[in-house]
Every structure is written in C-alpha cells, then in structure tokens.
C-alpha cells in the first residue's frame, strides 16, 4: 500500500486503501481503489473514531477535494494511537479502515 500524503495507510475487505493524515489540526483521509486510483469523495459519508490513552472520541468527516474528506477541529491524538474510519459512499455498504498513528 502506497503512502503519498505522508500519512497511514489502510485496506478494507474491499480492496479500497484509506490513508489517514493528521496534520496542523486537521485530519485528512485520501481514497483509492485496489489498484491505486483515486476514489471521489462526492457524497461519501465518515467518521473517525480516536482511541488514545484511554479516551474515545469520534470525529465527522466532510468531502474535501477530488477524493478526500476532512476533519477540522480539536482532537486529540498521540504515537500509538488507534483509529477506526467508517466510510459509506451512496447505495453501497460501509467500509471500515483500521489505523495505529505513528
């Protein structure tokens, strides 16, 4: 799987890869299929639940760009963090992507 946002990457039983990058206060998933092209993000639904030291917390995701989606606000984040992304686009089952920040 192919990181190009310097974030982590993750494949759901679809085949889909989710990368998670958060940086500057925002969090930001970018979208691919299997072989590596660009998901759009138009009418996709996400969360991402954040578990870290003990504490949950989960943050709505809105289409930002071609084929990513955005959070923008307070969260907390540290190294060895969990994240679970659930991801619904129209008519379609949601995915689930599992991450570990570094």
């Given at each position: 799987?192919?990181?190009?946002?310097?974030?982590?990457?993750?494949?759901a039983s679809s085949?889909?890869t989710?990368?998670?990058?958060?940086?500057?206060?925002m969090?930001?998933?970018y979208?691919?299929?299997?072989?590596g092209?660009?998901?759009?993000s138009?009418?996709?639904?996400?969360?991402?639940?954040?578990?870290?030291?003990?504490?949950?917390?989960?943050?709505?995701l809105?289409?930002?760009?071609?084929?990513?989606?955005?959070?923008?606000?307070?969260y907390?984040?540290?190294?060895g963090?969990?994240?679970v992304?659930?991801?619904t686009?129209?008519?379609?089952?949601?995915e689930?992507?599992?991450?570990?920040?570094?």
């Amino acid at each position: 799987m192919r990181r190009e946002h310097e974030g982590v990457v993750s494949e759901a039983s679809s085949g889909n890869t989710a990368e998670l990058s958060p940086a500057g206060g925002m969090l930001m998933v970018y979208l691919r299929d299997h072989a590596g092209a660009s998901i759009t993000s138009n009418g996709a639904l996400g969360e991402v639940t954040l578990l870290s030291g003990g504490a949950k917390q989960v943050l709505p995701l809105a289409p930002s760009g071609d084929n990513a989606l955005l959070e923008e606000g307070s969260y907390q984040a540290a190294a060895g963090s969990k994240a679970v992304l659930k991801l619904t686009f129209p008519g379609k089952s949601a995915e689930l992507f599992h991450f570990v920040l570094p």
